[in-house]
């Protein structure tokens, strides 16, 4: 495997052009050829100053391994591997959210009835089955393909994506259907009004996958790896570049790939959204403080702080000498401190504001990216 990295790079009016080695890109920004480009997914890039040469582009395909909990994405050229990601997605703290939704509504409408009245007296919900969307996608499954449709999105910003490779999760005998399965005709609608689009079985991507050499680790599937979703992304996007070929002899049969590819090293992201609440009073539970105050709510969600920094900020944070990267997560205003949290929402720690330092203004999305 070539350890030489691409990385994006865009005409002076923002097009994508074909990526160039890191070495080369850094020294057209030394030299004033180019200027660094900021991104959403935190992935190196530049941008040239005048006008190139040519703009002929070559095939480039992304491939797109969704999950219920995780996806895998994979960018590849016919010679080199640009780009991989494990994403994170949303469904688990949507549905608390609806969960929470649900059960407030109910007690909502229960203490408006008076149960002393007949049941055909009592002001209960009208029923309204005859007015329902038949193409709606509930919150849970709704919220990752939004979130697969912006990485998707970021990316054909970097690069000249030509083509787009979906997986398509079956339904396997008896056995009960996956969230993953569902909405993946709307998805693959979306995908299809950016790039052309085209969708693949699990098999074929497994064959291909052990054919590259790619591992795959079944295990542990939350393990933010290359090895868990990303190299299933990486497969489905090299089925572009190469194909299963038929044969059939005189007294024999058989098959073989046919097409050629060079897989290298190239920058890992792990993107995930912050675990964000809207703006409401309070917490539904009150909490006991202490005895002179027995009982209050606390208050809950939104985004504002005090302090000019907002939840879902990348800042930099100090705090006996070391130094830590992360995303504001909420704050305490009498002690003047912030809670950041890392790449899988887990709070390392209360800083005070005087040692926070802003790296960049929230975007709802978190990325962490290492060269693997």
């Keep these: 495997m070539s350890n030489t990295i691409r990385v994006p790079v865009q005409n002076p009016d923002g097009s994508p052009a074909m990526p160039t080695k890191s070495s080369r890109a850094r020294a057209w920004v030394q030299r004033g050829l180019a200027i660094e480009v900021r991104n959403d997914l935190e992935i190196y890039g530049v941008r040239l100053l005048a006008e190139p040469s040519g703009r002929i582009t070559q095939d480039i395909a992304l491939g797109i391994d969704p999950g219920k909990m995780f996806t895998g994405i994979g960018l590849v050229s016919a010679s080199s591997t640009l780009f991989k990601a494990h994403l994170q997605l949303p469904f688990k703290s949507v549905t608390k959210k609806m969960t929470t939704r649900r059960i407030l509504r109910r007690a909502r409408r229960g203490r408006r009835i008076n149960r002393k009245l007949p049941y055909n007296q009592r002001c209960h919900r009208q029923k309204r089955f005859d007015n329902r969307r038949q193409n709606k996608l509930v919150p849970s499954i709704r919220a990752n393909k939004q979130m697969e449709l912006r990485v998707v999105r970021e990316l054909l910003k970097l690069y000249p994506i030509s083509h787009i490779v979906y997986e398509r999760i079956e339904a396997r005998g008896s056995k009960s259907f996956s969230p993953a399965m569902v909405g993946q005709k709307i998805m693959v609608g979306w995908l299809s009004e950016l790039c052309p689009t085209t969708t693949q079985l ?34 489905l996007a090299t089925s572009h570049f190469i194909k299963w070929q038929d044969w059939v002899g005189n007294k024999a049969r058989g098959g073989h790939w046919v097409g050629e590819i060079e897989l290298t090293k190239c920058p890992f992201a792990v993107i995930s959204r912050p675990q964000l609440y809207r703006r409401q009073l309070h917490f539904e539970n009150p909490v006991k403080v202490s005895d002179s105050h027995p009982e209050h709510r606390k208050r809950k969600g939104g985004t504002v702080t005090p302090f000019g920094l907002r939840s879902g900020d990348k800042v930099k944070a100090e705090k006996a000498g070391q130094s830590y990267i992360g995303w504001i997560g909420g704050y305490v205003e009498k002690q003047k401190k912030v809670s950041v949290y890392d790449i899988n929402w887990h709070r390392i720690g209360q800083f005070s504001v005087s040692k926070v330092q802003l790296v960049k203004r929230s975007t709802r999305l978190l990325s962490y990216v290492k060269v693997c």
Excluded at 207 to 220: E, P, S, T, Y
């Design 202 to 235: 699990g098999w074929q991507t497994s064959n291909l996958r052990q054919w590259l050499g790619l591992a795959k680790d079944k295990v542990n599937k939350a393990n933010p790896t290359p090895e868990t979703h990303s190299h299933d992304g990486i497969a």
